[in-house]
């Protein structure tokens, strides 16, 4: 349960910083990783647009498009060891993989040459949540980042850890991206 509080209050300051640097909560190619620690247990949470995962951003409605998404997901599922790469010597284990896709629809008018203009767009977002159970803590190791060798349109992603009382973020936009946690 403690986990889980901290989760939601990195959370909150990592969409507060993201919100105030991108003026939206929704970027293409941005998105954020949560990562909190009480001691060897901790849980990840990771949020980017539909469109640097599955390549679109509409809701899946045809078979070709709920393939893809399917696909991907199971990909985040799979590769998160990958992607989020902790110290061999904290044998840390992911479980869960826990995923929600939220869905925006959004009519917007503006005035473009005098006449009123409906404008439609449609946003997601891809919502994963991770355990992570390690032999010790990490705190003092050093995590590395590699979502951009899976999904290449992954710009840039603000990540931020608490782990015990060790507090860091780092800009992940390429891989073999470091965060030092002392």
Same mark, same amino acid.
């Given at each position: 349960?403690?986990? &889980?509080?901290?989760? *939601?209050?990195?959370?909150? *300051?990592?969409?507060?910083?993201? $919100? /105030?640097?991108?003026?939206?909560? !929704?970027? /293409?190619?941005? %998105?954020? =990783?949560?990562?909190?620690?009480?001691?060897?247990?901790?849980?990840?949470?990771?949020?980017?647009? %539909?469109?640097?995962?599955?390549?679109?951003?509409?809701?899946?409605?045809?078979?070709?498009?709920?393939?893809?998404?399917?696909?991907?997901?199971?990909? =985040?599922?799979?590769?998160?060891?990958?992607?989020?790469? &902790?110290?061999?010597?904290?044998? +840390?284990? &992911?479980?869960? %993989?826990?995923? $929600?896709?939220?869905?925006?629809?959004?009519?917007?008018? !503006?005035?473009?040459?005098?006449?009123?203009?409906? /404008?439609?767009?449609?946003?997601?977002?891809? *919502?994963?949540?991770?355990?992570?159970? +390690?032999?010790?803590?990490?705190?003092?190791?050093?995590?590395?980042?590699?979502?951009?060798?899976? &999904?290449?349109?992954? !710009?840039?992603?603000?990540?931020?850890?608490?782990?015990?009382?060790?507090?860091?973020?780092?800009?992940?936009?390429?891989?073999?991206?470091?965060?030092?946690?002392?």
């Amino acid at each position: 349960m403690k986990v &889980f509080l901290v989760i *939601m209050m990195v959370s909150s *300051m990592v969409m507060a910083k993201h $919100e /105030h640097r991108e003026h939206s909560a !929704h970027k /293409h190619g941005a %998105g954020t =990783l949560a990562i909190a620690f009480d001691g060897a247990k901790g849980q990840l949470q990771l949020q980017v647009p %539909g469109e640097s995962i599955f390549g679109f951003e509409y809701e899946a409605v045809s078979e070709k498009d709920k393939k893809i998404q399917k696909d991907m997901i199971e990909k =985040l599922q799979s590769k998160i060891s990958e992607m989020v790469v &902790f110290e061999a010597a904290s044998e +840390c284990k &992911f479980a869960g %993989g826990k995923y $929600e896709v939220k869905s925006e629809k959004k009519v917007e008018a !503006h005035k473009k040459g005098g006449k009123q203009v409906k /404008h439609k767009s449609e946003h997601s977002d891809v *919502m994963m949540t991770y355990d992570v159970v +390690c032999a010790k803590s990490p705190v003092g190791t050093e995590l590395t980042f590699n979502f951009q060798k899976h &999904f290449p349109r992954i !710009h840039d992603l603000d990540v931020s850890v608490i782990a015990d009382a060790v507090q860091k973020s780092v800009e992940a936009k390429a891989n073999g991206t470091k965060l030092l946690l002392k």
